[in-house]
């Protein structure tokens, strides 16, 4: 079993009217522990994912000095641990809608990239940082009209 200490979460919006100023969200569930989902905003006031733009996000433990894709409250509570009986944990991205499709502002996503990352300095057993995989390399779009939530498959890194 390794814990995962930190996620590295990156995705493009593409296309006209692509962005949307909606909360974005990521959630891990695990087989054992249930699971935790992050609102992927660096301040405050929430961010705002502009069209034809990459964005980057890290969750969790970090070392050195802070970096500037640091989540807001990324403190990474639940136990994720990336092999637990045999079963990796579920990835997921959720945008939060507006219950009006004519208010609603969809996000067209493309290339969702995620990787759980657990450090060997937490467990002796793991010789090197082990990293699990997560990619939806087709667009996507998320909204009242598409569905909100996308589950990220795994990949073999």
């Not at 695990?30 to 733009?53: I, M, V």
């Not at 067209?108 to 002796?124: C, G, N």
């Not at 009242?144 to 073999?156: N, S």
């Amino acid at each position: 079993m390794s814990l995962v200490t930190s996620i590295d979460v990156s995705f493009s919006t593409s296309g006209t009217h692509s962005g949307t100023s909606d909360r974005l969200y990521l959630g891990v569930v695990t087989a054992r522990h249930g699971g935790q989902e992050w609102n992927l905003a660096k301040e405050a006031a929430g961010h705002s994912f502009s069209s034809n733009a990459s964005h980057h996000f890290r969750i969790g433990r970090y070392s050195g000095a802070k970096p500037s894709t640091q989540v807001r409250h990324g403190t990474i509570s639940v136990p994720i641990d990336t092999q637990s009986d045999n079963r990796r944990p579920l990835v997921y991205l959720r945008k939060h809608g507006i219950m009006d499709a004519e208010l609603d502002n969809a996000a067209r996503l493309e290339r969702i990239h995620v990787q759980l990352r657990s450090d060997p300095s937490d467990d002796p057993s793991v010789g090197s940082t082990s990293v699990e995989g997560y990619a939806l390399l087709k667009p996507v779009w998320l909204g009242i009209e598409y569905g909100l939530t996308v589950w990220i498959p795994w990949y073999l890194t």
